[in-house]
């Protein structure tokens, strides 16, 4: 799936995300968690990108939620920095932090929207081992881009 698939945007700011519509996506836009779940159940979409630092609700709490309704949608997680709590990327299938710019936001999506569901859990074994650590992070094995 490339473009034209419709990406549930669960943001603060999400002018921020600019370059997924500068890149084909329909945006579904939400300022914060409860909102954005409300969406996810008013219409269909292809992925999800979820910022962590929400406000009340934060976004691994979200993540959690949205696998309970829907399993195999993908989550892309979009972070300050790395430093989170124990767990809280359980529930997502890519990390981004807003450091890494646009252009990683694009290829994890891009990334999750491609890969089957088998293949993202064999891309997150993967993930565990590779000789750039960039990509790994310290949290659990799940993609980091």
Request: glycine fraction near 8%; include cysteine; aromatic fraction near 4%.
């Amino acid at each position: 799936m490339a473009s034209n698939a419709t990406l549930l945007c669960i943001h603060r700011e999400p002018a921020e995300l600019i370059v997924l519509r500068e890149n084909g996506y329909e945006l579904v836009t939400a300022a914060n968690g409860c909102d954005g779940l409300k969406l996810l159940m008013s219409r269909p979409v292809d992925a999800i990108v979820l910022e962590y630092h929400l406000g009340l609700l934060d976004g691994a709490v979200v993540a959690a939620e949205i696998k309970k309704v829907r399993p195999q949608l993908p989550i892309v997680m979009v972070a300050d920095h790395l430093e989170l709590p124990d767990g809280a990327l359980k529930s997502v299938d890519a990390l981004v932090t807003k450091s890494d710019g646009a252009h990683f936001l694009w290829a994890a999506v891009h990334f999750v929207l491609n890969a089957k569901p088998a293949q993202r859990e064999e891309g997150t074994q993967r993930a565990q081992t590779p000789a750039n650590p960039r990509r790994t992070g310290g949290f659990g094995g799940k993609i980091r881009f």
